[in-house]
């Protein structure tokens, strides 16, 4: 049986066997509930607790600042809604539905944002509840720290920009925007979900007040992710129930999938990592070359020099992205057409719309992200085949 080639490591990771060893005893063994008093329970809450330490540690903040959710989708949502909420119930703004102009809570994000920071903004939105500024990329797919700072305005109250994009992997200068913001007094989270393996993620450093991880893309387990809010951020809760996660995310923890996530979180601090990531940059690299090389009419999406080193995001003329993630996989290769959570639909990403692309080119896009497990044997024969199919696709169209 022929080996699949998996490059679609954005989308999800393989679970590490130290994640998977460390996850079992608190699938089958310890089962307590982490709320009960007796030994059982508390087996279970310290194991909890020790991994709310390993992320702090990766993080640079308190274990106190650290609330653990069913992903990422809700940790975004979590830090959207929360701290909207929290604003309207301290009187920073009129109650929903207030009319008055600069009344609302206002939110500023990106163009070019994950769809659980970007839907629960326009839900915002339209049930008159806050006003919303997205600003645009440039055309290399960076924002400019400069104009998230001028889109600020007397009654913002959230700044939201994905550290990493989760398509085309351009970097965004966080910590330069953080900068910018901290005269404002405005609260500032980042998606930090694609860039945790890669990228400098202490919080001190960032300078952000809010931040969001996902278990999945850093080779743990999926259905778990956390929300770092620093200490006083005002953000309501979302959840609410028995008052677990500190009081702020009711519902009784997934303890197996918090240590999971513990653990993979651990790994990121592995110093050998470094070496790792300069492999997966020039396996990339040479993936890279060697398309634009082989395949005429084909051209890199973004920025090379500020993007993730495993990110490789391509647009080729005259073929349509899902035909030719479906041909890929029938040839053993799986890669996707961008984010996996709007792959689904067959608009055109709102991420290539956003650097000005036309629709026809949005739609001939194609992402093949490495991970650690990626061979170069692997990213050479999936050039050839990707060339193949190519060819394959536009002469189907003569």
């Known amino acids: 049986m022929r080996k699949a080639i998996y490059l679609d490591y954005a989308a999800s990771t393989p679970v590490d066997k130290k994640v998977a060893d460390a996850m079992m005893p608190y699938l089958r063994r310890h089962y307590g509930n982490p709320s009960s008093m007796h030994s059982f329970g508390q087996k279970t809450r310290a194991a909890i607790e020790k991994a709310r330490a390993q992320a702090a540690g990766f993080l640079g903040c308190k274990a106190t600042e650290i609330i653990f959710t069913s992903g990422a989708t809700e940790a975004n949502n979590f830090a959207i809604q929360g701290v909207i909420k929290a604003a309207i119930q301290n009187g920073k703004s009129p109650a929903p539905g207030w009319s008055v102009s600069g009344g609302k809570p206002h939110i500023v994000t990106t163009a070019i944002e994950h769809e659980s920071v ?47 994009n989760s398509e085309i992997g351009t970097v965004q200068p966080i910590a330069e925007i953080a900068k910018l913001l901290k005269p404002r007094k405005v609260l500032f989270h980042t998606d930090a979900v694609q860039a945790a393996n890669f990228l400098e993620c202490n919080v001190q450093k960032l300078g952000v007040d809010l931040l969001t991880l996902s278990g999945h893309k850093i080779y743990g387990p999926k259905g778990v992710g956390a929300l770092y809010i620093r200490s006083g951020a005002g953000v309501e809760p979302l959840i609410e129930g028995g008052g677990q996660e500190m009081g702020i995310r009711s519902g009784t923890e997934n303890a197996a999938a918090i240590v999971g996530m513990g653990a993979a979180v651990e790994s990121l601090e592995d110093p050998r990592l470094a070496l790792t990531n300069i492999r997966i940059r020039q396996l990339r690299d040479k993936l890279i070359k060697a398309v634009l090389k082989k395949i005429p009419d084909s051209e890199l999406t973004g920025s090379l020099e500020k993007r993730l080193p495993n990110n490789a995001h391509f647009r080729f003329r005259g073929v349509e992205g899902r035909d030719l993630v479906l041909l890929l996989d029938q040839k053993g290769i799986a890669v996707s057409t961008g984010s996996a959570c709007s792959e689904k639909t067959q608009d055109p990403s709102h991420v290539l719309l956003a650097l000005g692309l036309s629709e026809e080119d949005a739609l001939s896009a194609l992402r093949l992200t490495l991970g650690k497990h990626t061979k170069q044997e692997e990213v050479e024969k999936a050039v050839k085949i990707l060339a193949s199919a190519v060819a394959q696709l536009r002469k189907s169209k003569v």
Request: a negative charge.
């Open 118 to 164: 970007l839907e629960p903004c326009r839900n915002l939105e339209k049930q008159g509840i806050t006003e919303v500024t997205y600003v645009k990329p440039q055309k290399d797919g960076v924002v400019r720290a400069e104009d998230v700072a001028a889109a600020v305005k007397e009654n913002t109250v959230l700044v939201s920009v994905m550290y990493a």
